[in-house]
């Protein structure tokens, strides 16, 4: 017989990781459930919200931007967002005063999508969450400790 595996936690209940990973398994399906019809995927919904909300207070956002707000890689975001310019959500200009970044700008399409999707998965996660009832404060404030302080 191999040798016992020896877990930490008695059951995978105890596990914070294994929940997390159960939990965003079942959040991403939702997700995608109410992203399909708008032909945009869950990562392309985050990096036009960003956009979106960026936009609100500024009229130069970057790619660098785009990443930081999400807490992104900076490839994967490159790549996304070609993908986004390509189905006509966004446009690339030119950036005023530097000359190694490009403005990126939702376009009428990628702002009507966007609101479309916005609606779409804020009505999910009111549904998705619903079992927390009272207590969605308290869980999204636990959550952003653990972010900031994984934060690299």
């Given at each position: ?8 936690f ?8 294994y ?18 019809p708008?032909n945009?995927?869950q990562?392309?919904?985050?990096l036009?919200a960003?956009l ?8 130069q ?10 807490n ?7 790549k996304?967002?070609?993908?986004l ?6 446009s ?6 530097d ?5 990126i ?7 009507i ?10 009505n999910?996660?009111k ?11 308290s869980f ?13």
């Open positions: 017989m191999s040798k016992e595996i020896e877990f930490q008695s059951s995978p209940e105890e596990s914070p990781g929940l997390l990973g159960q939990l965003t398994t079942l959040w991403q399906r939702k997700q995608k459930k109410v992203l399909d708008l945009i995927t990562t392309q919904f985050v036009l960003a979106g909300w960026l936009s609100r207070e500024n009229d956002v970057t790619q660098v931007d785009i990443a930081n707000q999400g992104a890689d900076r490839m994967m975001v490159s996304v967002l070609r993908t310019e390509e189905k006509k959500f966004i690339r200009e030119e950036h005023l005063t000359t190694r970044a490009k403005v700008k939702l376009t009428d399409s990628g702002a999508v966007l609101q479309k999707a916005l609606t779409a998965i804020e999910a996660d549904e998705f969450f619903s079992v927390l009832e009272d207590n969605i404060a999204n404030k636990n959550i952003i400790k653990v972010i900031n302080q994984n934060k690299n």
